[in-house]
């Protein structure tokens, strides 16, 4: 699972003089131009410092994110893709036994060169795996006797379902410059200043609440959404293969040009911006502290940070839930959300938009609210709160396909009745589980592949 802390200059300062502490990871990258674009796992010194270097050559700013954890999921990526050139026209005469005759040109065309196509798989679930180039196959040059090159073989992006392709038009100058116009430099701004907001401000920052306000100086233009299994989409066409000198007669000559021939044209070149707009096959939502990441590392083998305080998740996180006939499931982990998620409190809309993004929602609700000295909300209004703010936010959200997840059901006495008078007020699917002590996990897995639209079998 990907975790990554803001990065603080004063951190940044200390791996810089006195290098990158043992055990940690982090990733640069560059948000600002496209055509400049890196990422970089550091976890070295020299490694560090050589990033920097290449950001300053560049005259670009550089994000620095600590990554912590083993794997890390992805639902945005940068990507360049490259088709393949076609193949070269060839020069070659029939082979007459009459000597001096004229011998005929037989060369034959180049092939194609291979495309890049992104097509949308049921069986992937995140991009986290994705390379940042992707080169398709050149194609092979014509022979004689009038031979066509091979032609090249296209370059299969395999995404999952839900992912929406943006290609970045050409960088303009102005990429180049800093957000006031004063030309970059890299004394002055070696370090993108997004990287220093804390949560806090990170949060406000998000009311510009649309995936391309992240990168507003793009120029972003929509080429397809992928949300079919196997749907796919040509995103760069690789080039024509060139004549060869048997199809380069005139018109009008009797003979032809013998000699001539063309060489391949080259494939197309682009950046992408591939985003993932279905983020899971089921949505944990619920409130700060009632048990989400606890559950997620119950359900699989993800091992998002747990412990209690509100606000422990900062980011979405996602496991996969193995069945034993292998399907599986692709559950995420949102950050809590609060009263006032809607109008962008707590972590705000950011968060809310990953809830759009499920195929099915579990509300997990904490059975212990509204008793004991801590009293909060019973499960019944958090429930209602949560309700609320999703159709706020976006009406007809609560219209998915949803369950409930009655938590933390060691905590208390009654927990099967208050599971019952649940079910039986909202007339949701209702499982009582307890993270903490994994009692009710087997159920819970079932009822989610029961509720989830999406067919676990691929
Ligand atoms: N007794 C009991 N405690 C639980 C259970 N599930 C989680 N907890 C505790 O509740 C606290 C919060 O758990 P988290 O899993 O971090 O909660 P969360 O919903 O992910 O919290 P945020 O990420 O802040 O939204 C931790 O101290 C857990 O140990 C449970 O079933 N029983
Ligand atoms: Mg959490």
Known sequence: MQSAKSFSPKLLRQCLQNGVPKGRTFQLECHQNPLA?????????????????????????????????????????????????????????????????????????????????????AAVKSMGGLRQLHRAQNGGPGGNQKKVGRHGADKVIQVPLGTVIHKVAAAKPEDHHSKEGVPFTFQQHWIGARDYVSSEEESEDA?????????????LQLLADLVQHEESVV????????RGN??????????PA?????????????????????LAD????GLPNVGKSTLLCALSRAKPEVADYAFTTLRPQLGVVHYPDTSSL????????????????????????HVERSNALAFVLDLSGGVGPDKGPTALQQLHMLQEELELYR????????????NKADKVSEAATAAKHLEEMTGLPTVLVSGQTRKGIEQLKLLMRQVSPTDVSM
């Not at 940068?78 to 011998?103: D, I």
């Not at 013998?258 to 992408?272: H, K, N």
């Not at 009406?395 to 009655?406: E, F, R, V």
């Open 330 to 353: 692709a559950v995420a982990d949102i950050p809590g959300l609060i009263r006032g998620a809607s109008q962008n409190k707590g972590l705000g809309h950011r968060f809310l938009r």
């Open 246 to 255: 048997a199809h380069m007669r005139r018109l009008g000559q009797n003979r």
């Open 207 to 219: 009311s510009s609440a649309d995936e391309k306000d992240s990168e507003p100086h793009l120029d």
């Open 37 to 121: 674009a890196f990422s970089a796992d550091v976890r070295c010194f020299q490694s560090l410092q050589r990033s920097f270097f290449t950001a300053a050559c560049r005259q670009t700013p550089v994000s620095v994110t600590e990554r912590t954890g083993k794997s890390f999921y992805v639902d945005r990526i940068r990507v360049e893709v490259l088709a393949g050139n076609g193949g070269s026209g060839c020069v070659a005469f029939w082979k007459s036994a009459a000597k001096g005759k004229f011998q005929p040109p037989d060369g034959g065309n180049g092939g194609h060169g291979g495309n890049v196509v992104v097509q949308a798989s």
């Open 258 to 278: 013998v000699s001539e021939r063309e060489v391949g044209q080259a494939g197309e070149r682009a950046v992408l911006i591939l985003e993932m707009k279905s």
């Open 235 to 242: 995103v760069a066409q690789g080039g024509q293969g060139g």
């Open 395 to 406: 009406a007809g959200l609560t219209d998915k396909p949803a369950l409930l997840i009655a």
């Open 282 to 285: 089921i949505g944990l939502v």
